[in-house]
T-cell receptor, first 114, second 116 residues
Framework: DTEVTQTPKHLVMGMTNKKSLKCEQH?????MYWYKQKAKKPPELMFV???????INESVPSRFSPECPNSSLLNLHLHALQPEDSALYLC?????????????FGPGTRLTVL | AQSVAQPEDQVNVAEGNPLTVKCTYS??????LFWYVQYPNRGLQFLLK??????LVKGSYGFEAEFNKSQTSFHLKKPSALVSDSALYFC??????????????FGTGTKLQVIP
């Protein structure tokens, strides 16, 4: 299985809602990533988990809260988001510990904040 | 700090003609370079990477890339373009993050349009 899955595919939420994005991979990768991508822009790194521990937080606002419950799952909890947070949220995974391991990306969750 | 530049926002090429998508990089130490492709409303797909060795790297779907250390470039090429190659292409470099971890930095992307 060489696939990263993400649910839901689309999400519309109000600024007072709480929602979660989910990501799953079964490739045995021990590094997992959250990216935010605006239209026609490159992905921006948000968080990196390595061996289920948060290793990089790119100064992301606290209204985004990541969680890695096990080596296959990665969640992104959302609360009190702003309309400017509307974007495509991409999950990725890779083998950690080496510079030359490519990342495998999921299809993304298209988030709209009203 | 590492960086990647893709000087062309869009490249247009006729079907059957060779294509080139340009990328230059800046990184301390050995460069680890990648190309990804993104189709509309999809995630990124890995195409190829340069780690070490031959300067010409072959990847998926007939794509290849040429590493040039003196020009700090890693241009993506294909001998004969297909309409289905039309997509957004990202060059990326992997290097050390300030926290001692590896981080990927993406270029701004180049939209490839293959004209039938």
């Amino acid at each position: 299985d060489t696939e990263v899955t993400q649910t839901p595919k689309h999400l519309v939420m109000g600024m007072t809602n709480k929602k979660s994005l989910k990501c799953e991979q079964h490739m045995g990768h021990r590094a997992m990533y959250w990216y935010k991508q605006k239209a026609k822009k490159p992905p921006e790194l948000m968080f990196v988990y390595s061996y289920e521990k948060l290793s990089i937080n790119e100064s992301v606002p606290s209204r985004f809260s990541p969680e890695c419950p096990n080596s296959s799952l990665l969640n992104l909890h959302l609360h009190a988001l702003q309309p400017e947070d509307s974007a495509l949220y991409l999950c990725a995974s890779s083998h950690p510990g080496s510079s030359y391991n490519e990342q495998f990306f999921g299809p993304g969750t298209r988030l709209t904040v009203l | 700090a590492q960086s990647v530049a893709q000087p062309e926002d869009q490249v247009n090429v006729a079907e059957g003609n060779p294509l080139t998508v340009k990328c230059t990089y800046s990184v301390s130490g050995n460069p680890y370079l990648f190309w990804y492709v993104q189709y509309p409303n999809r995630g990124l797909q890995f195409l190829l990477k340069y780690i070490t060795g031959d300067n010409l790297v072959k990847g998926s779907y007939g794509f290849e890339a040429e590493f040039n250390k003196s020009q700090t470039s890693f241009h993506l090429k294909k001998p004969s373009a297909l309409v289905s190659d039309s997509a957004l292409y990202f060059c990326a470099v992997r290097g050390l993050h300030s926290g001692g971890y590896q981080k990927v930095t993406f270029g701004t992307g180049t939209k490839l349009q293959v004209i039938p």
